[in-house]
């Protein structure tokens, strides 16, 4: 397994296991929060996308290092986005 999937492994699985906290615990400090992931770390607890990402960005350049998860969201439902031609 190369570095960078090791990585993305430890990412993916912090990842899921502070989205089970959140939805699990509304006081979690995570809850209802986008959190940004670099190299198997928390570095960033943000409110909104925007600012998760440009400070992500700031942390760690390559983009293969991060992650990011909107936690107490249920990843497990389907949603459909329609758009207006």
Known sequence: MSITNA???RNRELARRINEEAR???QSPYA???IGIANGQVV???DGLDD???RL???EP???KTFCVEASRDYTIVEEIWGLH
């Open 32 to 34: 209802n929060k986008f």
């Open 62 to 64: 390559d983009p293969t």
């Open 57 to 59: 960005r700031q942390i």
């Open 24 to 26: 699990s615990n509304p």
């Open 44 to 46: 960033v607890v943000a």
């Open 52 to 54: 998760l990402a440009r």
């Open 7 to 9: 990585v993305q492994d």
